[in-house]
Structures are given as C-alpha cells and as structure tokens.
C-alpha cells in the first residue's frame, strides 16, 4: 500500500487558509499562501474550464464567489483570470498556478469536481498538471464516475473517495468503491462513526480524513473516529484536543 503518512500529519486547510471569505477568499491564491506559510496541508477544488484548463473553484456557478452570472464551465481560462473573487484582488486560479505558487512548500489534496456533461477530460487534465509536480499530492472527489477513471487516467497519484451519509444504501454504495483503487477517504465528520468508516480503518488500514471541522466538538470526533482533519475557521495550532 502506498505510504501515505503525510496526508495525516498536519491538518489540513479546507480551501485554503482563508478567513471565512471575510477578506481573504476560498481557493485563492492568497489562502494557499497564507496555509503554506503555516505549514498547513490545503485542501482544494477544481473543474474544467470553457477552453480544457483546470481552474480552482468549488461551486459549479460563479456568483457566490464573482458577483458573475453563469457557470465555471462556461468561461475560459482568460475570463476567469479577469473575475475577482469577493472583490478583492485575487482571481479564479488555475491549477498550474497554484502548483508554482505552493511548490511542494506543504502537501495538496485535490478535490475534482464533477459535472455530467462539462468534466470528460477533469482526470486527464488534472493527471497531466502533475505529471512534473514534486510536492506531495493526492486527489480526491465525491462523484464515483470520476473515481472510476483514477486508476486509469491518473495512475500512481494517491486517489480517494470524498463521501457523507450513514444511512445503509449510503454506505454500501462507498464500500463499492472500494474495487478502484482509492486509497484513502473524506469523510463528513458529521456522519461519524459508521461501519464503513471503521472497516476501512480498522480492517485495510486506510487513512481517514474528515470535513469539514469547524469547532472543538468536531476537533473530538476527528481524532476518535478518524486520522487528521480538513479546517476552516480556526487555527488547529491552537486547539488542544480534550
């Protein structure tokens, strides 16, 4: 099994080490620099874009995060260089900036986002942008078509599964994924704990990471039910766990 002892070792900075979108922004540039100054793993989320690039944004539409109208699918790497986020001075990013900007400085895990219709090249893109890419990285998504293609297009980068849920059909709906190849899993710290969570654990020995956690009773449930935690909100160097 691939040796992923870094994926726990530090918390990890749920989009970046933003301040809540108060002035410094989700998967900007600016919250992956204030994350790798801390020592922070990031945790961030990608699509395709208008022209085939990868862009770093989470929601499928632009105006919660640009004030703009549409969808990121929609626009080209060019239009979304030009949008602000938040209005402040940070753009949408693209994946390749945000490798040259963190350079290995912290570890990187890379949530791709799926789209039906608008994500068939989401996994070779993203394979192809860390092709050269030294740092420690792995990459993740909730949509099981995309995890299908991993092992596939992306072969030899850590691959996990992002899920919630512990209702039965929720969970044995993961445990199928675990025939392709994942090698760690996200798991919503708000569904734990479930025997899902505890056979990949206990049984294959497979790291566990929780979102998103948000206070000192999610802090608790993390490191009893799982292995490190993805943050916003608060700094972890802080939080002495009780």
């Known amino acids: 099994?691939?040796?992923l002892a870094w994926l726990t070792a530090r918390p990890i900075a749920h989009r970046g080490l933003h301040d809540l979108n108060k002035t410094c922004w989700e998967n900007t540039l600016s919250a992956f620099e204030?994350?790798?100054q801390r020592g922070y793993a990031i945790e961030c989320d990608v699509h395709l874009t208008a022209n085939g690039d990868v862009a770093v944004?989470?929601?499928d539409v632009l105006n919660r995060l640009t004030g703009t109208d549409g969808f990121i699918w929609q626009r080209t790497t060019r239009e979304l260089a030009a949008l602000r986020?938040?209005?402040t001075a940070d753009h949408v990013p693209t994946l390749a900036e945000m490798l040259k900007l963190v350079d290995g400085r912290v570890p990187l895990v890379i949530e791709l986002k799926g789209i039906p219709g608008h994500d068939g090249e989401l996994v070779e893109r993203v394979a192809a942008a860390l092709r050269n890419y030294k740092g420690k990285v792995a990459i993740m998504s909730f949509d099981h078509w995309l995890i299908r293609d991993f092992s596939r297009h992306a072969p030899g980068i850590p691959a996990g599964l992002t899920a919630w849920g512990?209702?039965?059909h929720e969970l044995e709906a993961h445990f199928s994924m675990l025939a392709h190849g994942i090698s760690f899993v996200s798991?919503?710290?708000t569904h734990l704990p479930n025997r899902f969570v505890s056979f990949v654990r206990d049984k294959l020995a497979m790291p566990v990471i929780t979102w998103t956690v948000r206070d000192q009773e999610a802090v608790r449930t993390t490191f009893a039910q799982a292995d490190q935690m993805t943050f916003e909100g608060?700094?972890?160097d802080a939080v002495v766990v009780a």
Request: glycine share 10%.
């Open 1 to 3: 099994m691939t040796d």
């Open 34 to 36: 204030r994350a790798a």
């Open 57 to 59: 944004f989470h929601d």
């Open 85 to 87: 986020v938040g209005g």
């Open 166 to 168: 512990d209702l039965d």
């Open 187 to 189: 798991y919503s710290v």
């Open 234 to 236: 608060f700094d972890p």
